[in-house]
C-alpha cells in the first residue's frame, strides 16, 4: 500500500548499522563503534546554556519559517567572515539539520527529466534525496585518492544536467577536492548553468595542507548558480539540536522556505538560540576537536594499513576513512555483519555509498577506542583471510 516513491528509498545504512551496534551495547555488549557520522565531544557549555535561556525566557513559540532574524543575520556574518561569501540576508535560511536544508534545495531546483551529477563515493542520502525529486543520479568516478576533477564532471554533463552535487570535504572518502579543481568546476557550472549544491559541513575538518575553500567565494556567476550548505551539527558538536543552514539566490530561498513551511515550519526555537550562540560565541571549542581528531586520523590511518588485505588512503578532512577491503575477497555488506556479530566491531558498509569494496570507519572516538576497535579488527580479518 505504500506509495511508489517511498517504497524506492532504501533505508540509512549508517542509521541503520548504528541502531544495532547500540542495541548491542545496550544489552551490554563491549562494543566498539565506528559507524556513527558525529562528534562524541559534547556540545560546548556556552551553546547548551543559551538553549536553558531560551526556555527560560519563554522563546517556545513559532518563528519565522526560514529562522528568526538575528540567526539569519548570524549565518550571513559567518559566511562572509568565514567563507568570503557576501549573502544578504534574504539569500539565507535555516532548517532542521544540513539534511533538512539538503533535501529542501534539492526539491527546490530538481523535477523529473533532470540529471544531478554525483560524485562517488557518496555520502548515503545523495542519490535517495535526488532520486525522491524525481530526477536521475548521473554517478561520476574520482581517482585513486577519492579526488575530483573538473574533467571528469564535464564528461557527465547533458543538455538535461541541473546540478553537481560537490560534498568537500567529503562523507565518506575525507577527500579535500583541489582549490584549482574547485575552479574549473565553477567554469563549468557557468558555462553549462546548471547549479552546484556545495554541501560544507565538514568544512572545519581539514587536515596537513590541504585548503579548503566555497565555491560560491569565487565569483558572481557561480555565487549565483551554488546553493552552499552547512549546519551547526558537526562543528559545535550539535547532532541532537537539528540546525542546517544555506547561503543560496533569493529565489532558491524562496522555494525553499515556502516547501518548508508546508512540512516543519521553523527549527526548533530554543535550537536556534543555541545556533547563535554556537555561531557568533567563542570558537575555541572547534579548533580543539579538530586537533584531537588530526591525532585520531593518523593513528587509524596507520592501524588500516598494517592490517593484512586493507588499504586505506590517507583521509585529508572530514572525520572518516574509507578503506579498501577488496584484497579480503569479502564485499563490503559480508565483511561488516561479520565484523558487528564476531568481533563486536561496528563500521558501515562501503556498498551505501556507492563502492562495494570498501568500508567506512568514522575516527570521531577516543585513541583508545582506536587502539581497541583496530586489534579487533586486525585479528578478525587476519582469522578471516586464512
Ligand atoms: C556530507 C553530509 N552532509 C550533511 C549531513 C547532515 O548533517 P545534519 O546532521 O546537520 O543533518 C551529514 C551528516 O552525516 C553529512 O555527512
Redesign the pocket.
Known amino acids: 500500500m505504500l506509495s511508489q516513491k517511498v517504497r524506492n528509498i532504501a533505508p540509512s545504512a549508517?542509521l541503520a548499522i548504528d541502531a544495532k551496534a547500540k542495541q548491542l551495547k545496550k544489552e551490554g555488549k563491549d562494543m566498539v563503534i565506528f559507524g556513527a557520522?558525529?562528534p562524541d565531544f559534547n556540545t560546548p557549555n556556552n551553546i547548551k546554556e543559551a538553549a536553558i535561556r531560551a526556555i527560560n525566557n519563554n522563546i517556545t513559540r513559532y518563528t519565522p519559517v526560514g529562522g528568526i532574524p538575528e540567526l539569519k543575520k548570524a549565518v550571513a556574518d559567518k559566511f562572509r567572515r568565514f567563507n568570503k561569501i557576501q549573502y544578504d540576508v534574504s539569500e539565507v535560511t535555516v532548517g532542521?539539520?544540513?539534511?533538512?536544508?539538503?533535501y529542501n534545495a534539492m526539491m527546490a531546483v530538481l523535477g523529473e527529466c533532470n540529471e544531478a551529477i554525483l560524485p562517488v563515493p557518496y555520502?548515503v542520502?545523495?542519490d535517495e534525496m535526488i532520486r525522491l525529486t524525481g530526477a536521475k543520479t548521473v554517478f561520476c568516478d574520482t581517482d585513486k585518492r577519492f579526488m575530483l576533477t573538473a574533467k571528469t564532471v564535464e564528461e557527465k554533463i547533458t543538455e538535461k544536467t541541473k546540478l553537481l552535487v560537490l560534498?568537500s570535504p567529503?562523507?565518506p572518502s575525507g577527500a579535500v577536492v583541489e582549490p584549482e579543481e574547485i575552479r574549473k568546476i565553477a567554469e563549468l557550472a557557468a558555462r553549462h548553468n546548471f547549479y552546484v549544491i556545495s554541501?560544507e559541513?565538514?568544512e572545519h575538518f581539514v587536515y596537513g595542507n590541504n585548503e579548503f575553500i566555497s565555491i560560491a567565494s569565487l565569483n558572481e556567476d557561480i555565487k549565483n548558480l551554488t546553493i552552499t550548505?552547512n549546519?551547526?551539527?558537526?562543528t559545535y558538536a550539535m547532532?541532537g539540536w537539528?540546525?542546517?543552514y544555506c547561503g543560496a539566490g533569493k529565489e532558491v530561498i524562496k522555494g525553499m522556505e515556502n516547501l518548508q513551511s508546508h512540512s516543519t515550519s521553523n527549527p526548533s526555537s530554543i535550537a536556534q538560540m543555541a545556533a547563535l550562540e554556537a555561531l557568533n560565541g567563542p570558537q575555541d571549542s572547534v579548533a580543539k576537536m579538530v586537533e584531537a581528531f588530526d591525532e585520531r586520523r593518523k593513528l587509524m590511518h596507520k592501524r588500516l594499513n598494517e592490517i593484512k588485505g586493507m588499504s586505506c588512503v590517507e583521509p585529508q578532512g572530514?572525520f572518516y576513512a574509507f578503506a579498501d577491503i577488496s584484497q579480503t575477497g569479502m564485499k563490503s555488506m559480508e565483511f561488516c555483519s561479520g565484523l558487528l556479530d564476531d568481533a563486536l566491531v561496528a563500521v558501515v558498509p562501503g556498498i551505501a555509498f556507492g563502492s562495494d569494496s570498501h568500508i567506512r570507519l568514522s575516527y570521531a572516538t577516543s585513541t583508545k577506542e582506536i587502539e581497541k576497535g583496530m586489534d579487533r579488527i586486525e585479528k578478525w580479518v587476519g582469522k578471516s583471510l586464512k
Do not use: P
Open positions: 549508517t557520522g558525529e532542521c539539520g544540513g539534511k533538512h536544508i539538503l555520502w542520502s545523495f560534498n567529503s562523507n554541501d559541513v565538514y550548505v549546519a551547526v551539527s558537526k547532532t537539528r540546525i542546517g572530514a
